[in-house]
């Protein structure tokens, strides 16, 4: 039962004014921050204009108007031109029972997107350089956002878009084969590129030439010879093997893994389609787009004087492509706010290539804060960055030391998915946009508002169930045992579950959806401590019973849109 819905449809035959219609109403109802104002309000100032009346005059012209018997409505106030509207606790037990009964396991789950294809990039670190932690938090955050897609009925790809071209290869190349001798690249090989690059741009910094070495190697690698493809593939081969250990740790799966390179022998096409649009232009003898007609002030590169291809060249012939392959609906980049204003400038250009509009609107950069040690900003151009594996390993060791005395059988599996949980959690934990300083032993404290706390309140109501042998289709619950506060608050918060989703898909905000946990865990530990759950009335307990595997589920789903996992045991 939609109880918007059926508000707004009293009031609009409490008004009877044919221009105001009931979207617009629903459009104007709240939800009261004091519970003492009901369960949703209408601001009746919004309709002052219209009905050319005070709002405490319309607020009492729609209540004495109103008649509630027969419906879900218990009660109406008028307070200072609030009309607040008080839901029958018993329905909303009621709905909410009926509505996690038609879905069960799958609650929340809903077919908006009608199998409509959305890409969501992420990750895409560089080969032959360090996945550092603004790598795991693109990773965790696109991770996140391809479930809730998929979750919610779009045919979701994930592409893992390699940053595997540009100078940077050329400059190791050079590097390697300067010093290549002196390192063993079979094993720690990131570890041992990363210093060669170090190495390579202290001595570009101090002779030009060198730099100028590395430009025409690259030029080299563009143009495909053989003994430079051969090592830059070798880079490659060594890298892949690092990230692919990531994410197995953290549970990513890419439907597609294309870097750069596959663009690179694209762009051809994008040149000629900017060309037909006649906005490509000269420039010291480079190419260019202006954009400033996009309100734009700085133009976006096409090809550089040299004739190479540039990051901005190869991420249009990635549009093309994707136009092409998967017809997209949307298509994310979820890439640092560091980029946000070469993302606004590429998507600019492609409205240049001729596409359909919808392509270009589909188009969106996800983007979100830098995220630091303690210490201090990481660059791995000067050699001091965090590795992520080492960090994540970390974790896990910290947890399984926190649970050494437990009674617990396999701890290494599950301080790993308390201890990987945990790290997931914490990227997600706030807006998207926030920059975020990391700090372990917060993201690992159980009491706080964390993943593990999340998971060990899962683990609880599983645990609760499993004593009480509770049989979920078996169960009869009497919604009038679950009207007390604490109770019709968790209710309440699992009736929104699929809102939140949704809402976090609009706004591609996974923490909507670790806010929304961290709030049903703290209402059921509200609930647990009021309520015994094992009592005297079976009827009662029976309906505790039922709530308590209703928070289960809605857990379970909440975290699994995170890609966290439930522990055994904890
Ligand atoms: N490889 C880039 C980096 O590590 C990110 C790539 C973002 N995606 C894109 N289509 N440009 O900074």
């Excluded at 998915?417 to 934990?429: P, S, T, V, W």
């Excluded at 759950?533 to 699994?560: A, V």
Aim: hydrophobic share 35%; charged share 30%.
């Amino acid at each position: 039962m939609d109880f918007e819905k059926e508000i707004s449809e009293l009031i609009i035959k409490a008004i009877d004014n044919t221009e105001i219609n009931k979207d617009e109403i629903q459009s104007y109802l709240e939800t009261p921050k004091d519970k003492t104002n009901g369960d949703i309000s209408l601001p009746c100032f919004k309709l002052s204009k219209k009905l050319k009346k005070s709002p405490v005059q319309i607020a009492d012209d729609i209540k004495n108007n109103i008649k509630i018997d027969n419906t879900n409505i218990d009660k109406i106030d008028n307070i200072n031109g609030f009309l607040n509207f008080y839901i029958s606790k018993r329905k909303v037990v009621e709905n909410t029972i009926n509505e996690f009964n038609n879905q069960k396991e799958n609650y929340g789950q809903a077919n908006i997107g009608q199998g409509r294809n959305v890409i969501v990039e992420y990750s895409s670190p560089n080969i032959a350089k360090p996945f550092h932690i603004g790598h795991l938090k693109t990773t965790i955050i696109g991770n996140s956002l391809y479930k809730i897609y998929k979750y919610l009925g779009f045919n979701t790809i994930s592409i893992n878009h390699l940053g595997d071209y540009g100078t940077q290869f050329a400059k190791l190349i050079v590097a390697y084969q300067k010093w290549g001798d002196e390192y063993d690249l079979s094993t720690k090989p990131i570890e041992k590129l990363a210093e060669l690059y170090v190495r390579i741009n202290q001595l570009c910094e101090e002779d030009e030439s060198v730099l100028e070495e590395c430009r025409n190697t690259f030029k080299k690698l563009e143009d495909k010879d053989p003994e430079y493809i051969k090592i830059w593939k070798k880079f490659k081969a060594y890298s892949l093997i690092e990230f692919n250990e990531i994410y197995k740790l953290l549970g990513v799966h890419f439907d597609s893994t294309k870097g750069e390179a596959f663009y690179a022998d694209k762009i051809d096409e994008v040149e000629e389609l900017l060309e037909k649009s006649g906005k490509l232009i000269e420039s010291n003898g480079a190419r260019i787009i202006d954009l400033s007609s996009e309100g734009i002030d700085t133009p976006c590169i096409i090809k550089k004087a040299n004739g190479s291809s540039i990051y901005a060249t190869r991420d249009l012939a990635t549009i093309l492509y994707r136009v092409r392959k998967y017809d997209y609906y949307k298509s994310l980049y979820v890439v640092g706010n560091e980029q946000s204003l070469y993302f606004k400038q590429i998507f600019a250009v492609a409205k240049y290539l001729g596409l359909d509009k919808k392509y270009i609107n589909g188009l969106e950069h996800v983007g979100y804060g830098m995220i630091r040690l303690p210490e201090g900003k990481m660059s791995s151009r000067k050699g001091n960055f965090i590795k992520v594996k080492e960090l994540l390993n970390d974790a896990v060791e910290k947890v399984q030391n926190i649970m050494e005395d437990r009674d617990i059988e396999d701890k290494r599996e599950i301080a790993k998915q308390i201890g990987i949980g945990a790290i997931i959690f914490d990227n997600l934990k706030e807006s998207r946009i926030k920059d975020q300083v990391f700090d372990m032993k917060e993201a690992l404290n159980f009491n706080g508002e964390t993943g593990p706390y999340i998971q060990y309140t899962a683990v609880r109501t599983k645990s609760v169930l499993e004593k009480a042998k509770f049989n979920p289709s078996k169960s009869e619950v009497d919604c009038s045992c679950l009207t007390d506060d604490s109770s019709i608050d968790v209710v309440k918060t699992i009736a929104r579950f699929q809102n939140v989703i949704v809402s976090a898909m609009k706004k591609n905000e996974p923490s909507y959806i670790s806010r929304y946990l961290i709030e049903l865990s703290k209402k059921f530990s509200n609930f647990y401590n009021n309520n015994k759950i094992i009592c005297d009335d079976p009827k009662t307990q029976e309906s505790r019973l039922y709530l308590t595997y209703m928070t289960n589920i809605t857990l379970i789903n909440g975290l699994n849109l995170l890609s966290i996992e439930v522990p055994e045991k904890m």
